[in-house]
């Protein structure tokens, strides 16, 4: 359920107006925040008193921005779609606050509360994914929303957002002894722009759907642009949002590593699905693995690392079309390497060439095979077995 914002007052006012000010980033903020509140900082800046043991240079472009910058009612239509927390508020996330380097103020759309409601398992991966991995992703993300485990994850393209999609897909789980609150849990998305600055666009209806589901946050004021030095900071509430962090496909550099190493500072456990040898999207993935991360072969193996009971049995709703009659047999033949036209056939047998090449295009624009370069593999391996 969506949490309405509410009206906000002249310390949420405020400290959007200094998280707008130049070189006044979360750590200098917080630690400001540690004496007085964000109204009482403002006061001090705009009659020329120092705040901290900063340059006079800096204070002075504080000073100047804050003159020229926004009006208070400017700045209330701005966080009109949006809540705010400071840090130290009773509405801020406990599992956030305790971090040491909680972002100074929270931002969010959607309900900011389920994050301290439920178990949490950050997903993070490349944005140039392969489609196994895009599908590991979907199928990670939805069995452990639908175990009651919230995914949280950055919303880029590739992982993050295969991520969300099958959390979104969950459903409750079937067996009802599993020990999980009731219902699938939400998501939870964590991004480096203002709230009202959508990147990338292609998720803009990503965006709104973890919103409206769950909760959307950035520690960026609105009107923030996605600039390159915000991601790596994003990262790090990735991280301290997490009680496992499961990476799905990585290269050997990038945010996905950077991620790891802010959750191996917390001592949060690190999994890692393992890949292909040859494929540069597992690379990453596969050197954490020989580093000594924990393997995540499947969904139960994140469960088990949680404390949770896995229920292999329970059911998630699949949302392709189920194949019938021949479509169903020479699904049931793909096995985990690509195979030929020939070799397909082959295995279908008794059915025919020409049967056997219709049943394959169907597939594809099903959902469950892809072809590439006359190559056919499956399009989900994880699930394509266990068709109902």
């Known amino acids: 359920m969506n949490d309405h914002p509410r009206d906000h007052s002249a310390d949420h006012i405020a400290v959007t107006r200094l998280l707008g000010l130049p070189a006044l980033g979360p750590r200098r903020l917080r630690a400001l925040l540690r004496e007085r509140r964000p109204t009482e900082i403002e006061h001090d800046l705009r009659r020329g008193r120092r705040v901290s043991n900063d340059s006079t240079d800096l204070h002075e472009a504080w000073t100047k921005a804050l003159a020229g910058g926004p009006s208070d009612r400017e700045i209330a239509s701005r966080l009109a779609t949006m809540r705010v927390a400071i840090l130290g508020d009773i509405d801020y996330p406990e599992s956030l606050a305790v971090d040491p380097a909680a972002p100074a103020a929270l931002f969010s759309r959607g309900d900011v509360t389920v994050i301290d409601r439920y178990r949490r398992v950050a997903m993070v991966g490349t944005r140039r994914a392969t489609e196994y991995g895009r599908g590991a992703a979907h199928d990670f993300g939805r069995y ?6 919230a995914v949280v994850s950055g919303l880029a393209l590739g992982i993050d957002a295969a991520a969300h999609r099958g959390s979104l897909a ?19 998305g964590v991004v480096a722009s203002g709230l009202d600055v959508v990147y990338p666009r292609l998720n803009s209806r990503l965006w709104s759907d973890v919103a409206e589901r769950g909760v959307l946050v ?14 790596p900071l994003r990262n790090r509430i990735i991280a301290a949002l997490a009680e496992v962090l499961v990476v799905v496909e990585s290269r050997a550099t990038g945010g996905s590593m950077l991620t790891v190493n802010e959750a191996l500072q917390r001592d949060v456990p690190v999994m890692s699905v393992p890949g292909a040898t040859r494929s540069l999207a597992s690379e990453g993935t596969n050197l954490l693995l020989r580093d000594g991360a924990l393997v995540a072969a499947s969904p139960d193996d994140v ?7 896995p229920t292999r049995h329970d059911a ?15 699904l049931a033949v793909m096995g985990s390497d690509p195979m030929g036209l020939d070799d397909v ?18 597939l594809e624009a099903m959902g469950w095979v892809m072809c ?4 056919f593999e499956l399009a989900n391996p994880s699930s394509a077995h266990s068709v109902p």
């Open 303 to 309: 469960l088990t690392v949680l404390g949770l009971t």
């Open 144 to 149: 452990l929303a639908s175990h009651g485990v």
């Open 170 to 188: 969950a459903r409750t789980v079937v067996n009802s002894s599993a020990r999980t609150p009731p219902g699938a849990a939400p998501p939870i």
């Open 372 to 375: 590439t370069d006359g190559w």
């Open 316 to 330: 998630v709703r699949e949302l392709r079309p189920v194949p019938m009659g021949v479509d169903r047999d020479v």
């Open 345 to 362: 056939v082959r295995a279908s047998a008794p059915h025919s060439l020409g049967a056997v090449a219709l049943a394959l295009g169907r």
């Open 218 to 231: 950035s520690e960026s004021p609105p009107g923030t642009e996605p600039d390159r030095f915000r991601f």
